[in-house]
């Protein structure tokens, strides 16, 4: 789950000469601009190939499927397959973990999962789920090409920062520019305490000069609102309740062991009650005038020479200011893994068969981390349903919907379990958190065993594969870790207990020394499986070599021991 997929030497590879390859490489290197098919797409998407390819992109195409009930444009990254080999009868899609692009799957010319498939003859797509890599919110052709763009521009820059430290700790604004998010607002967390340690200086009696109370009261009522209205959309009751508390509390601190604390909590009070009233059309006066109350209150505090007040108002303002930015990246990063399951990767797969048009209308899929998880729920959502999925055979790489008979270390992820602390935490850095970690020796340990990914090769994998998270996307994730596994987000399907009802078939491949997803894990999922639609396999021997998360697809040994299995499993079930 922590994210996601290298790739490996295309040199290497068992049937191509290393001329025929280098040969290859070249050929793949020159872009098409136009799709095969460029009908719109009927159900969840339509087709967008830009044209202008931006340079992050190594594709040979890049494409954008538009879902219907979002502004959000999905990337998928088209490599098309060796006119040297028989073409395959279904196409290939490649998921990917979670807070992670289509970079792991393509580090380089040399070292590319992607490529290799397509020398195999095998029609390769990548898709980028929503808010990951050169995915985008946007309305137009136009504007989509100009964003895919700017997005590449930023994540190359990122790279270029993240490189120049050499492995130091980056500052504050780099670790900003490090993140796939670069352009999202900087995250806001609401600092408590941290927010009373303002510097006083000269005369305590010198009051703040700028304050503009009706402004104020019209901020202060637009955030109460927009929590009430807007974001109560995107949280359950409770969660928004909890979000209310956490704001009042800030503004509490302000107050504290000052004569107007008992003001404040009379209008805290009332604000409470209102809160929790069904909406009507007399909320927002009700809300305005103990906006203006409230206001009133740092009014009278500001006219104090208290030290605990001093410069009351600027915080005052500079309180709701955090606490809008928070909301705003609430709103902002609204999805889970449920936005992905029923929405983004249907949709992908939909607009594959579209333009590679197999004869039966399914494909190939192998998803890696999170992104075999989304293949074994999606088969568990068909199964229980007693429909037939549109894929013909699916590997998962390091996926399981069970973890709690192992030792993971994405336990480390539960303190998140708690609603209350995913709404402190909105987002999560990923990106700009693995760049500022490496190369700690930990942080190579997770992601690959000793000697077995190339040094480069990692750290190109860490500072360009990694994005921002949704909290919400890691609290579902952590019900992998509680009885019966991962379940949606109301907790009222649970997706092993499914899985066995589909008639696809799967191989399952673990790494021995995966720290992240472990062999046990894995086959906690492959037992419910029907033996004859699944094939385990674990690599790695107990004297080396050893597979850690990304070996499995990125390790030096990954062409020689792993491809070939993938290769012939996915052979098997091309008829």
Request: hydrophobic residues 40%; aromatic residues 8%.
């Amino acid at each position: 789950m922590l994210p996601k997929l290298l790739t490996m030497s295309i040199s290497m590879s068992m049937s191509f000469q290393s001329d025929t390859h280098n040969a290859l490489c070249r050929g793949f290197s020159t872009f098409s601009s136009l799709p095969r098919a460029t009908a719109p797409f009927r159900l969840r998407a339509f087709s967008n190939a830009v044209a202008d390819k931006p340079s992050v992109c190594t594709a040979d195409e890049l494409h954008y499927v538009s879902l219907s009930n979002s502004d959000w444009k999905l990337a998928l990254w088209r490599y098309n397959p060796s006119p040297l080999v028989p073409p395959r009868n279904h196409p290939l899609l490649l998921l990917s973990g979670v807070g992670t692009n289509a970079i792991g799957y393509d580090l380089s010319p040399e070292s590319s999962f992607a490529r290799h498939m397509s020398s195999q003859g095998f029609e390769t797509w990548i898709l980028e789920v929503r808010g990951a890599g050169l995915s985008l919110q946007g309305s137009n052709s136009k504007y989509i090409e100009q964003s895919a763009n700017a997005m590449s521009e930023k994540m190359e820059a990122a790279s270029e920062i993240a490189t120049a430290t050499n492995g130091a700790m980056a500052s504050n604004k780099e670790l900003n520019n490090i993140s796939c998010a670069v352009s999202e607002p900087q995250i806001s967390v609401l600092n408590g305490v941290e927010t009373e340690n303002v510097a006083i200086q000269g005369d305590l009696t010198r009051l703040a000069t700028v304050w503009d109370e009706s402004k104020s009261v019209a901020r202060l009522t637009e955030t109460f609102m927009f929590l009430s209205e807007r974001v109560s959309g995107f949280l359950s009751e409770s969660q928004s309740r909890v979000m209310f508390s956490k704001f009042l509390d800030q503004i509490s601190k302000l107050l504290v062991d000052s004569p107007l604390y008992e003001q404040f909590n009379e209008v805290r009070g009332k604000l409470s009650t209102l809160f929790e009233t069904k909406q009507n059309s007399g909320i927002t006066s009700q809300i305005t005038d103990l906006s203006k109350k409230l206001v009133n209150i740092i009014e009278e505090g500001q006219q104090s020479v208290s030290p605990p007040l001093f410069d009351l108002q600027t915080r005052f303002t500079s309180t709701i200011e955090d606490f809008q930015k928070q909301l705003d990246l609430i709103v902002k990063y609204d999805w889970d893994f449920d936005n992905y399951l029923e929405e983004d990767v249907p949709a992908a797969i939909e607009y594959i068969v579209k333009q590679s048009m197999p004869k039966d209308g399914k494909l190939l899929a192998i998803g890696h981390s999170m992104g075999g998880i989304l293949l074994y729920s999606l088969l568990s959502r068909f199964g229980s349903e007693g429909k037939e999925p549109n894929l013909a055979a699916v590997v998962t790489l390091a996926s399981s919907l069970d973890y709690t008979s192992s030792k993971s270390t994405l336990k480390l992820l539960l303190p998140l379990a708690d609603p209350a602390q995913a709404l402190n935490v909105p987002v999560v850095p990923l990106g700009a958190m693995l760049a500022a970690a490496y190369p700690l020796s930990w942080l190579n340990t997770l992601i690959s065993a000793e000697d077995m990914m190339d040094p480069d090769l990692l750290k190109r994998l860490v500072l360009n594969n990694f994005c921002t998270i949704p909290a919400k996307l890691i609290l579902q994730l952590t019900t992998a870790f509680r009885e019966r596994g991962l379940c949606n987000r109301n907790g009222t399907f649970f997706y092993k207990d499914h899985l066995h009802k589909s008639n696809t078939p799967i191989l399952a491949i673990a790494g021995d020394r995966d720290l992240i997803c472990p062999p046990e894990a894995v086959e906690e999922t492959v037992k419910v499986i029907p033996e004859h639609l699944v094939t385990y396999e674990v690599f790695g021997e107990p004297g080396g070599p050893h597979y850690a998360h990304y070996d499995l697809v990125g390790g030096r040994l990954a062409v020689e021991q792993v491809y070939p299995s993938i290769i012939e499993f996915l052979s098997c079930h091309d008829k």
